[in-house]
T-cell receptor, first 113, second 112 residues
Framework: EPEVTQTPSHQVTQMGQEVILRCVPI?????FYWYRQILGQKVEFLVS????????KSEIFDDQFSVERPDGSNFTLKIRSTKLEDSAMYFC???????????FGSGTRLTVV | SQQGEEDPQALSIQEGENATMNCSYK?????LQWYRQNSGRGLVHLIL?????REKHSGRLRVTLDTSKKSSSLLITASRAADTASYFC????????????FGTGTRLTIIP
């Protein structure tokens, strides 16, 4: 069964450093998303991406965040200058036009120290 | 309270029993979905019910939706140890491919 693949599974970074979280969505999907889940809290929407541009973003997705689909297969989330409160599990998801639920990746656990 | 509140927050039952989890939401929705999350892992889509549907089945899962009460329930019948996980409802306010708003989740523990 097709999967959404995320790498790395766990990343530890120093506060203030830039991180790039990588995702490979399912190949025929057209809609891409990033969500995050702070430990013990709800899953929160960050951003949606369609047709090579951001279609919607949340208040969390400020100027420190950016997304890119550089080569037609990868979908990346960049955090320019990480803060302690960015520590969370980050999930990538993708979807098709024939909507029937999202396919989520297994997540990247980001720890900012 | 926020969009998507599940209750109970935690539920422990004996293997073989049925588990029922509830979700309430505040705004109008296009569809409601249920996801499972094993500890520290990703979210697995279980079932989607559209706003014009009242009940849906998938294997041992039964979902109901009451748009007048803005609530949904997920029933897992004949529970198994492998059903131990957190279960989240998520709502989609527009026609598909829009952001999901997740609930707080129910932590289900199946006791062998």
């Amino acid at each position: 069964e097709p999967e959404v693949t995320q790498t790395p599974s766990h990343q530890v970074t120093q506060m203030g450093q830039e991180v790039i979280l990588r995702c490979v969505p399912i190949s025929n999907h057209l809609y891409f998303y990033w969500y995050r889940q702070i430990l013990g809290q709800k899953v929160e929407f960050l951003v949606s991406f369609y047709n090579n541009e951001i279609s919607e973003k949340s208040e969390i997705f400020d100027d420190q965040f950016s997304v890119e689909r550089p080569d037609g297969s990868n979908f990346t989330l960049k955090i320019r200058s990480t803060k302690l409160e960015d520590s969370a599990m980050y999930f990538c998801a993708s979807n098709t036009e024939s909507f029937y639920g999202y396919t989520f990746g297994s997540g990247t656990r980001l720890t900012v120290v | 309270s926020q969009q998507g509140e599940e209750d109970p927050q935690a539920l422990s039952i004996q293997e073989g029993e049925n588990a029922t989890m509830n979700c309430s939401y505040k705004t109008s929705i296009n569809n409601l979905q249920w996801y499972r999350q094993n500890s520290g892992r990703g979210l697995v889509h279980l079932i989607l019910i559209r706003s014009n549907e009242r009940e849906k089945h998938s294997g041992r899962l039964r979902v109901t939706l009451d748009t007048s009460k803005k609530s949904s329930s997920l029933l897992i019948t004949a529970s198994r140890a492998a059903d131990t996980a957190s279960y989240f409802c998520a709502t989609d306010a527009n026609f598909g491919n829009e952001k999901l708003t997740f609930g707080t989740g129910t932590r289900l523990t199946i006791i062998p």
